[in-house]
């Protein structure tokens, strides 16, 4: 176990770490120069009592929560790693100008993820612990997206579903890191790529960038099998307000559907999320 | 430029005891909005400050309401007065994206009630409003600094609601930023946003105030996050 360089790795993502433990950091800094073997037996519970008291939390909790960001990567990351191992699925001047910078970008999360909850002293859910469908199959390789690695029609929908999906699952876990300068800044951040790919995906299937619902159904996708990765997205109501009855350009009083839905993206839990995956993306 | 960093360190201390101080309140500090009226004298138009966004998360929240005004205020420009050899397909992309900061600006507004801050006015002098490429670049800084200004103050926000509002709205900007990032240049919608683990970077309150104050004829500050214009 080396101390210091969990320290350092903290700092990377954290640079006020030293602030939020001090003056906790000095004494672990001088445990070495007195050498104590039952200081240093003592450091794990240490660090723990630390880790809570800079940031308010248990680790355990946020790093569940990583845990569950890092599965969701993992299947984005294999997701696009086979689309663009796919001889002749993604054409080319699209891969070199959207998807290669999709692929890096959700590679990286998958590393930032792991060094993270490395870090924070959890262990990162191993990628060999789980198995992939994407054709939603749940194993069988034959589901209802059965041509995904074929048909670069299919690849976008599902793209433009796991990264709609995605904003939606980490937008869902914000309240579980209230509070957290760190993870939850970065978790943020990295909520805001997931929507800028899905910006981008839809941008390149000719859909709204925004997820426009009607009041009746929040998948504009024209994809019904699909339609619970968008349940929710029809919701108009913020905070008790109800976004249809305030101003807009067009009226004094009211403002579109297709606005109010689409100006704000909804959350979905964990348990919603893995409920959407497993079974059929995520092998059960 | 010593003053500058200074002022910076400062916000960031100060955010952090708030913060902690705010977490000592625990559950106590979830309330309803338009019931923190002793923050109201903070917004007092005065001679010295201009408008101050107030403290805690009503002051987050009107940090976000001043940054929605100037957008909706900038798109409401640019429709008004579209571009040159702006696309029909531009013109309904970029009408949504108006359409969306007016609506934030609205919800904003009647969700902090008395507590809300004045109506902010613009002054986009510095944006040449027939030109595409002014216009969009302009988009794309409001846009990215949006999404900064949220996800950095993201971890300041006690109330959980507001916190999965402001996320709500976040991916909302991020998505539009990347979309205007595509029209300027297909491809960049990450460009010069992410830092090396793919993560979009974030901002402080006291780094994206000077920022909107450019475009603002009447400054607001953020005392209680260490900013005065």
Same mark, same amino acid.
């Given at each position: 176990m080396n101390l210091f360089s969990i320290i350092d790795e903290i700092e990377k993502v954290d640079p006020d770490f030293q602030d939020r433990i001090s003056p906790r950091r000095d004494a672990i800094k001088n445990i070495t120069s007195f050498g104590s073997k039952v200081a240093v037996a003592a450091l794990p519970f240490a660090l723990g009592t630390i880790f809570k008291k800079a940031y308010?939390? $248990?680790s355990t909790s946020v790093v569940s929560v990583l845990n569950f960001a890092l599965t969701l990567e993992y299947l984005e990351s294999t997701f696009y790693n086979q689309g663009a191992a796919a001889?002749?699925?993604?054409p080319s001047a699209d891969y070199n100008t959207y998807f290669k910078t999709v692929q890096g970008d959700e590679n990286a999360h998958v590393t930032f993820l792991q060094g993270v909850i490395t870090s924070l002293g959890g262990t990162p859910v191993a990628e060999s612990s789980l198995t992939f469908d994407l054709t939603a199959g749940n194993g069988s390789?034959?589901?209802?997206?059965?041509?995904v690695l074929t048909n670069y029609q299919t690849f976008l929908a599902v793209s433009q579903a796991f990264e709609d999906t995605g904003v939606r699952a980490y937008k869902g876990q914000a309240g579980n890191l209230l509070g957290n300068q760190v993870v939850l800044t970065a978790a943020l951040g990295i909520h805001a790529v997931e929507a800028r790919h899905a910006s981008t995906v839809r941008y390149i299937r000719g859909t709204t960038p925004w997820i426009t619902s009607t009041a009746a159904l929040?998948?504009?996708?024209?994809?019904?099998?699909?339609n619970g990765n968008y349940d929710?997205?029809?919701?108009? $109501?913020q905070l008790g307000i109800d976004c249809t009855t305030l101003p807009s350009e067009e009226s004094p009083s009211a403002t579109l559907v297709s606005v109010a839905t689409a100006a704000f993206d909804e959350p979905l839990t964990m348990t919603q999320v893995l409920a959407l995956l497993v079974g059929s993306f995520i092998v059960s | 430029m010593k003053t500058e960093t200074e002022l910076k360190n400062g916000g960031v201390n100060m955010a952090r005891r708030s913060f902690l101080r705010y977490a000592g309140a625990g559950a106590a500090?979830?309330?309803?909005? $338009?019931?923190?009226?002793?923050?109201?004298?903070?917004h007092n138009v005065t001679?010295?400050?201009?408008?101050d966004i107030g403290s805690g998360d009503v002051g987050i929240l009107n940090f976000a309401y001043a940054l929605e005004q100037l957008e909706a205020a900038f798109y409401i420009q640019v429709i008004a007065t579209p571009y040159s050899g702006m696309t029909s397909a531009e013109l309904t992309g970029l009408t949504s994206i108006r359409d969306h900061e007016v609506l934030h600006r609205e919800f904003f507004k009647k969700a902090l009630g008395a507590a809300a801050i004045p109506a902010l006015s613009a002054n986009?002098?510095?944006?040449?409003?027939?030109?595409r490429a002014s216009v969009l670049a302009a988009a794309a800084a409001f846009e990215n600094t949006g999404v900064t200004a949220y996800d950095g103050a993201g971890?300041?926000?006690?109330?959980p609601d507001y916190l999965t509002v402001a996320g709500k709205i976040v991916s909302v900007e991020a998505r539009h930023a990347a979309y205007i990032a595509n029209l300027i $240049?297909?491809?960049?919608?990450?460009a010069g946003q992410v830092d090396t683990n793919a993560v979009n970077v974030s901002a402080t309150i006291a780094e994206v105030l000077p920022i909107a104050n450019t475009y603002l004829t009447t400054k607001v500050s953020a005392k209680s996050f260490n900013y005065v214009a």
């Open positions: 308010g939390q $248990t001889s002749g699925l993604i390789g034959k589901g209802p997206f059965a041509d929040g998948n504009d996708t024209g994809i019904s099998l699909v929710g997205e029809q919701n108009i $109501t | 500090a979830i309330g309803v909005l $338009t019931a923190a009226s002793s923050c109201h004298k903070d001679a010295s400050v201009g408008i986009f002098s510095a944006i040449n409003f027939t030109s971890y300041l926000i006690v109330n $240049t297909p491809g960049s919608f990450v």
